[in-house]
């Protein structure tokens, strides 16, 4: 019914693929629907009116005269032609003969419908159209255009506000439900899968939703708890004291747990109890009140906290027992943590430190100290110092802090978020290392001295020092002199070894020619290779390879290499020496002919007291420290060292340095002392000829010469120039010689020229100024020996007198004063002082021509005698002859440095020489330590 009129209403499915997916529906009045009827009827009994729409291939129409039912068709007839309706479908207007859809001849005229989409066809079978055409054609054509138009009028004016609607209306529902099912699809996925528990409760008390994670959580299905109450999942005594809870605050609104959120035990479907954190929130819905209980299962985060807690403290006991100051202090440089040694160091409580900075624990004075140390450990680097801290009870400690950076995780990754920090108390280490370099210097000096000793006395005896001896005594001084070697070099590398690792091992680095160096060090150790009948053999480039090494660790390293190479040659066989360049490196490699090197002993040939076999130190002789000492050395230096070795054909050691290619001046490894400018001699000579000859003799020898005839001439010489020395012939025209003589000692700037007197009268003159020791350095006798001549000047140039020079041996140990003495009698005479005083009062009373300075005397070290021979003048040189190791700077202060059980008689010998500038052997001329 609508507006007072009956309609009536039809509906059609819309079927796709045998579903349906949509619906019209028409709705007409029953008077327009009734005329319509009746004006179809006029068509007889196969007149048909059909409306269709389009559903996919096929057509969906509404029901007529002779389908009482909607109806679907398809578009084209049993015999693949085009319906009519399909025309009107298509958009076409026309009147045709066709079949149907019964497969019948029909006339049919068919059009579209307006904009809707539809079609209409009015047919006719042809048997019924045609059987009265003739007599009813003039009627019928008019009536049946009539009929078209009526009905395409009627059909637009009834059916296009119903099908918009109906379309409308359909689209519409689609949207909602489709909404609505995706919204309930959504909601139901959520509660499915979210991680809490989530259980709906009504006003009452009982259960209306357990999602899947609150089943999974108790134990229980969801139509198990689905209207029972919900204390069926709490233990006691929330169990009973629920209902009441909850009556409670429905009347007075108080909560306790509504809107709060709390941490509560749940009850599983098996008895279990675990902890859970609970949050209820409140909503209406339709009117009725309700609640939602959001729950979580916390039983692995309280087993996690747990075991952080047990963690903690079982890290806090640990750290609290742990000798240290350990701590972590974040980004603004607050402790978060420290142990209990802070507290007790510091004498503060755990409250004045824990979440306080470090400028307020240290104090801005301490803080001061180590504040660049904190920024640098922000700045994301390990940062390692030493520091004295003042403890609680008043003591001074030393500490050695080490601080490490945090990273952050997460957001903060890469991040510095704070830092740990370790200080390990190291008073005692310190105090044990002073110790250990205590003995150490004290072992250097106690046994190095009576070794020195030892060995002084030995060499000198076996060299006839004590006339020739027995041959049973000479095999006994030999073996005695042997085994004192062989401790020397123990000990020697004993201590070699403990300076390295103690990182004491100090290098004086020069650039040096190898090739050289390596000449000196084969020609050194030549009489070592002869006793075991074995030649050595250089093969290097005329090329200067320089280096930049310290020579004499160089000289110890080659030593080592050459001493094995020997000592395990076959006799008559060659050591081969090998010096080139390889790449940017120079490589020296000393290759033996030998047994080779156990396979099982390769692996740790460069360890302490390595050895292939325990016989081979009593066979060969050494301590097996050697190798580890000379790969130190050579790493110190830059380098690295390495070996190759054939079973029965021999093995190469080498060891490669980088070239030194600045263009520095090079430094020879043994080199004479820099040359001074030429010393200049004045030739006091009545005779003519005897003049020239003196003065061509000392030409030759590399000196610069004036030549005076008188004593007069030689003064006004004297006065114009400086002179190094003066040669004097007592017989002077106008003045003798001996009053010349004194007259240069009566004046302040010639009182301490060195005067050498050549005269057929020298042995009077002698005589005449025995008193006077000092007054000349040297008397020659006429005719003149070319080499005494030459000998005596220089001597006197270096300020030599009476035919030896004057030594001043400042030496606490009497053996060591005595067996120096012995060595060098035959050249130089000896003073002693056992003290600091006993030297200065020596050096006030004496003009020494070199000083042989020791530097542990007792309480007080020798460099401090060094200052008073400094201001000398003419200052005399200086040996350093001392059992402690000398550090390379202070090297410099002294013209030689020998290391006492390093030095043998020779070495020792040769130095004094050179450095008196005697001519001999020069043996070693570095300022620097022997060994």
Known sequence: MSDGQLLLHAEADMKQAGRVVGKVITETSLPATTGALKDASLLGE??????????????????????????????????????????????????????????????????????????????????????????????????????????????????????????????????????????????????????????????????????????????????????????????????????????RYLQTGQAKIIGIGREVKGLRSDGGVFPMDLRISEFFLGGRRQFIASIRDITERKRITEALRASELQLRQITDTVPALIAYLDLEQRFRFHNKAYEEVLGLSFGQINGHTLVEVLGPQTYGGVQDKVEEVLSGYAVHYERDQMTSQGKLRSYAFQFFPRYGEGADEGKVIGFFSMGT??????????????????????????????????????????????????????????????????????????????????????????????????????????????????????????????????????????????????????????????????????????????????????????QADSSDSRQKGGTGLGLNISRALIEKMGGQIGFSSEAGAGTTFFFELPEWRDPAPLRQPFRARAASPRHRILICEGDLDVARLISMMLGKAGFEVDIAHSAAQALTCLTRNNYDAVTVDLKLPGQHGAAFISALRGEERTRHLPVVVISAMAEAGRLQFNHKPLTVSDWLEKPIDENLLILSVRRAVAGLHSGKPRILHVEDDPDIQRITEAIVQD???????????????????????????????????????????????PRPP?????????????GQRAEAVLLKAHTSNTELLNTIQRILQIPGDPGPTRPQTLS
């Open 46 to 247: 196969t007149g048909e009116l059909a409306l269709c729409a389009p559903f996919g291939l096929n057509m969906q129409c509404f029901p007529t005269t002779l389908n009482p039912k909607s109806f679907t068709l398809s578009k084209r007839s049993p015999q693949g032609v085009s319906l009519p309706m399909t025309h009107a479908l298509e958009g076409d207007t026309g009147f045709i003969t066709a079949h149907d859809y019964r497969n019948q001849e029909v006339a049919a005229a068919y059009a579209p419908v307006g904009d809707l989409g539809l079609g209409m066809v009015l047919k006719m079978d042809s048997a019924e159209l045609y059987a009265p055409v003739w007599s009813q054609l003039r009627y019928l054509i008019p009536l049946l255009a009539g009929l078209l138009a009526l009905a395409l009028l009627l059909l637009r004016w009834l059916l296009t506000p119903l099908v918009v609607g109906l379309v409308r209306s359909e689209a519409q529902a689609q949207k909602m439900s489709a909404s609505l099912r995706d919204s309930e699809r959504h909601e139901r996925a959520l509660l499915d899968n979210v991680d809490e528990g989530l259980v709906s409760i009504s006003d009452v008390g009982m259960i209306e939703l357990f999602n899947p994670a609150a089943e999974h959580m108790f134990g229980y299905r969801s139509e198990e708890v689905v209207g029972k109450n919900v204390s069926m999942l709490m233990p006691e005594p929330y169990h009973s004291e629920h209902d009441g809870y909850l009556g």
């Open 425 to 610: 108390d190291i008073t005692e280490l310190k105090r044990i290392d002073r110790m250990k370099t205590e003995f150490v210097s004290t072992v250097s000096h106690e046994l190095r001295t009576p070794l020195t000793s030892i060995r002084g006395s030995l060499g000198l005896i076996a060299g006839g020092v004590a006339g020739e001896l027995p041959e049973a005594v000479k095999s006994l001084v030999g073996i005695a002199k042997n085994n004192c070697e062989r401790l020397i070099r123990l000990i020697n590398d004993i201590l070699d070894s403990e300076k390295i690792e103690s990182g004491k091992m100090r290098l004086d680095l020069q650039v040096v020619n190898i090739r050289q160096l390596v000449q000196q060090t084969l020609a050194a150790n030549e009489g070592f290779a002869g006793q075991h009948r074995v030649k050595m053999l250089l093969q290097a480039p005329d090329a200067s390879l320089q280096v930049r090494i310290d020579s004499d660790r160089m000289t110890q390293v080659l030593t080592n290499l050459l001493s094995n190479a020997v000592k395990f040659s076959p006799p008559e066989s060659a050591v081969e020496v090998k010096v080139s360049r390889v790449g940017q490196q120079v490589r020296v490699e000393v290759a033996d002919h030998g047994p080779g090197i156990p396979e099982e002993f390769r692996g740790r040939i460069f360890q302490k007291f390595s």
């Open 878 to 890: 200086v040996i350093v002859f001392s059992a402690s190791d000398v550090d390379p700077a202070d």
């Open 827 to 873: 050249f130089a005479d000896f003073e002693f002082a056992a003290t600091l005083d006993q030297a200065r009062a020596r050096l006030r009373e004496h003009r020494f021509d070199l000083v042989l300075l020791d530097l542990a005397l007792g309480e007080d070290s020798g460099w401090d005698l060094v200052a008073d021979i400094d201001a000398l003048d």
